[in-house]
């Protein structure tokens, strides 16, 4: 089964700073998605990154988000400036062609003061 | 557009007995997936069982087992059996293809010795 990890494993920063949340994946996959959860509510598609580029994206990943993959297999979810509101769980997710399925990274623990 | 409604927000049941956690989504979609996702206290999304829309047959994984009712756009998760450790909340999910994931606002499981 694919492996993902993220980190940090928990994040705490100021409101107003940059924060950037690494996922990497073990092997090399073409789908990516970064998924957020507020703490008690459901989890939210965020976007979804293929092929090197923003594939899809939903009404939360506004201008102060952006993703990448800076050396080919690391991703990352950058958020420039920090809100109060941005504290949640963010959660990686790489699709795998040959398992036809999702795998979700242990999540990051981000916290905002 | 997508959307995935559990409507139990906490369930218990006793430890040894079976319980049926209830799921719902609205799709207009004829190729899709749906998923039941543990989480336990640790945040992290274990993927529990998954049913392909194409395949009548429901699908079982050990204790874990569902009840897909493609018509009603039904998809309950029965757990036979109840172990201590099954305590969690769970999260039923869409997706289509290579889509993302449409996540439910989950149902809080308490196991009881």
């Known amino acids: 089964e694919p492996e993902v990890t993220q980190t940090p494993s928990h994040q705490v920063t100021q409101m107003g700073q940059e924060v950037i949340l690494r996922c990497v994946p073990i092997s090399n996959h073409l789908y990516f998605y970064w998924y957020r959860q507020i703490l008690g509510q459901k989890v939210e598609f965020l976007v979804s990154f293929y092929n090197n580029e923003i594939s899809e994206k939903s009404e939360i990943f506004d201008d102060q988000f952006s993703v990448e993959r800076p050396d080919g297999s690391n991703f990352t979810l950058k958020i420039r400036s920090t809100k109060l509101e941005d504290s949640a769980m963010y959660f990686c997710a790489i699709h795998t062609i040959s398992y036809n399925e999702q795998f979700f990274g242990p999540g990051t623990r981000l916290t905002v003061l | 557009a997508q959307t995935v409604t559990q409507s139990q927000p906490e369930m218990s049941v006793q430890e040894a007995e079976t319980v049926t956690l209830s799921c719902t989504y609205d799709t207009s979609e004829s190729d899709y997936y749906l998923f039941w996702y543990k989480q336990p206290p640790s945040r992290q999304m274990i993927l529990v069982i998954r049913?392909?829309?194409?395949?009548?047959q429901n699908a079982t994984e050990n204790r874990f087992s569902v009840n897909f009712q493609k018509a009603a756009k039904s998809f309950s998760l029965k757990i036979s059996d109840s172990q201590l450790g099954d305590a969690a909340m769970y999260f039923c999910a869409y997706r289509s293809a290579y889509d993302d994931m449409r996540f439910g606002a989950g149902t809080r499981l308490t196991v009881k010795p």
């Open positions: 049913q392909e829309a194409y395949k009548q």
